[in-house]
Nanobody, 121 residues
Framework: EVQLVESGGGLVQPGDSLRLSCVAS????????MSWVRQAPGKGSEWVSG????????FYADSVKGRFTISRDNANQVLYLQMNSLKPDDMAVYYC??????????????RGQGTQVTVSA
């Protein structure tokens, strides 16, 4: 059974940092391109960042470029998202999904249950 389990979310203040994790099981994680996608209340899903299977190419949405860093540990089947300088606009449920581009990740049927990130003073 394919599983993606996100964790690491929480309540933080503007300017704080969080590190999200996504543990994959049930499939060969190391051959899949992966992304982080987020969905804010009342809004559609937004692609955040993607990484190729070997980690050599990384992509970011303009809204997070310079603040977020995606990485992966293929040996342990984990995807990470380091989020720095968090803003209220970053508040959303964050999901990991297969695919490294917005087009692929937003259409992916392989997505976890998400982890809530709340940014509030």
């Amino acid at each position: 059974e394919v599983q993606l389990v996100e964790s690491g979310g929480g309540l933080v203040q503007p300017g704080d940092s969080l590190r999200l994790s996504c543990v994959a099981s049930g499939f060969t994680f190391g051959i899949y391109e992966m992304s982080w996608v987020r969905q804010a209340p009342g809004k559609g899903s937004e692609w955040v960042s993607g990484i190729q299977s070997d980690g050599r190419k990384i992509f970011y949405a303009d809204s997070v470029k310079g603040r977020f860093t995606i990485s992966r540990d293929n040996a342990n089947q984990v995807l990470y998202l380091q989020m720095n300088s968090l803003k209220p606009d970053d508040m959303a449920v964050y999901y990991c999904a297969t695919g490294s581009t917005a087009r692929a990740a937003l259409r992916s049927t392989r997505r976890g249950q998400g982890t809530q990130v709340t940014v509030s003073a």
